[in-house]
């Protein structure tokens, strides 16, 4: 994951960090002292044009489940990065990427040729081939959405980071362009 924004270390009680045009999507804010192992408390504020909802992270992975079941043996980070169409008419598109039992849906953007999400979804599984399911969607605002194309495909747990192009058909067969996605796997839950 690549850094959003830093501060500079300060000798002062408070420091303040401004951060325009930041994406919507899921953000982690990490508060740290200059001085190595120590340890405080911190006050984060946070503003926003848009709904935040902070949570605090206080575990490493997801925890065991009901009666002690099976932990995740394995972590898969999907990044939806974009979509090339070929077709002449903007669309309003999202992505809705789906996973045994649990299912993301990435944010609506318009779009002719083009259309891009840069956005990233992590799972926890236990196989060491798991299945994915991707629909493209055209967001329509006064009728019912339309589903434009849906594909599958298989994500390795290989410990490697890779980059996969989807072909996108529509249900009569015709091409409608591809999808770029990055797929990082690994056999160890922490290394993500």
């Known amino acids: 994951m690549a850094a959003v924004g830093t501060s500079d270390y300060a000798s002062a009680r408070s420091v303040f960090l401004h951060l325009r045009d930041v994406p919507i999507g899921r953000y982690i804010a990490v508060p740290t002292t200059y001085a190595p192992r120590e340890q405080t408390t911190f006050m984060l504020r946070i ?16 925890s065991k489940g009901l009666f002690g079941c099976r932990q995740p043996i394995s972590v898969t980070r999907i990044t939806i990065i974009e979509a090339f169409l070929e077709q002449e008419k903007e669309v309003n598109a999202y992505c ?13 953007v318009k779009g002719r040729n083009l259309v891009s999400w840069d956005e990233q979804f992590v799972f926890h599984r236990g196989p060491y081939i798991t299945e994915f399911t991707l629909e493209l ?3 329509c605002l006064m009728a019912r959405d339309q589903m434009m194309s849906k594909t599958s495909f298989d994500a390795r747990i290989d410990n490697d980071t890779r980059e996969i192009n989807l072909k996108l058909d529509d249900f009569y067969g015709k ?18």
């Not at 503003?47 to 997801?62: C, W």
């Not at 809705?96 to 609506?108: D, N, Y």
Request: aromatic share 10%.
């Open 47 to 62: 503003y926003s044009d848009h709904k935040v909802e902070p949570r605090v992270l206080t575990k490493h992975a997801p």
């Open 175 to 192: 091409s409608l362009g591809y999808l770029k996605l990055i797929v990082a796997a690994f056999d160890d839950p922490m290394y993500l």
């Open 96 to 108: 809705i990427l789906e996973c045994g039992r649990t299912k993301v849906r990435t944010s609506s």
């Open 137 to 139: 969607w055209n967001d």
